[in-house]
């Protein structure tokens, strides 16, 4: 069974500072990883993926992602945090050999809170 | 716009009166999914679609009902809701069958069961 774990359910930073938000996961193959971000009252938004290739991958709003099959991890991270990067982040994983878009399994978030 | 629509946005109701919350997506995709969401859990899968007349259960489908019968539409029925139902609620859809697709979400509904 895959899985997902976020290991932290708030991080705080100053705006300005890197930020990295934490993400593991646990599959059988290969995985397909995701990051989307919730902001208040709102539906998840994609921000970014990894398929396959380069280990760092970028995505929306200045984010990126690295890819550590070793350490079976895909943290989140920015180099300078803004105010309005305050939202609920959740990561996702498919494992790849079952290839079909029926099974994505969520962390439970982070919530960013980046303050001035 | 390309969008995923869900209604109603919130809802209130009592124990045992049968409600649907409607999801419709305007992308031609052939896969689409309920989710909820709770505190502390994240989002687990209710229900999915790969197209037009196939679906079949996610993680938490008791007391879930859904139908595929038009390809835009993927209606979530509570026959019997439970205050245990209570919960926020998202439509998502994907484009094709491929496990690389990031999927598209609805704005949510957020129901109280009393």
């Known amino acids: 069974a895959q899985s997902v774990a976020q290991p932290e359910d708030q991080v705080n930073v100053a705006e300005g500072n890197p930020l990295t938000v934490k993400c593991t996961y646990s599959v059988s193959g290969n995985p397909y990883l995701f990051w989307y971000v919730q902001y208040p009252n709102r539906g998840l938004q994609f921000l970014l993926k990894y398929i396959t290739g380069d280990n760092l991958v970028k995505g929306s709003y200045g984010f990126e992602a690295e890819f550590n099959k070793s350490q079976t991890s895909f943290h989140l991270k920015k180099p300078s945090a803004l105010v309005s990067d305050s939202a609920l982040y959740f990561c996702?994983?498919?494992?790849?050999?079952?290839?079909?878009?029926?099974?994505?399994?969520f962390g439970t978030g982070t919530r960013l809170q980046v303050t001035l | 716009e390309a969008q995923v629509t869900q209604n109603p946005r919130y809802l209130i109701t009592v124990t045992g009166k049968k409600l649907t919350v409607t999801c419709s997506q305007n992308m031609n995709h052939e896969y689409m999914s309920w989710y909820r969401q709770d505190p502390g859990l994240g989002l687990r899968q209710i229900y999915y679609s790969m197209n037009v007349e196939v679906t079949d259960k996610g993680d938490v489908p008791e007391g879930y009902k859904v139908s595929r019968k038009e390809k835009r539409n993927f209606p979530l029925i509570l026959e019997s809701p439970s205050p245990n139902q209570t919960s926020l609620y998202f439509c998502a859809s994907t484009g094709g069958g491929a496990g690389y697709n990031e999927q598209f979400f609805g704005p949510g509904t957020r129901l109280t069961v009393l």
């Open positions: 996702a994983v498919r494992d790849r050999p079952s290839g079909t878009a029926s099974k994505l399994t």
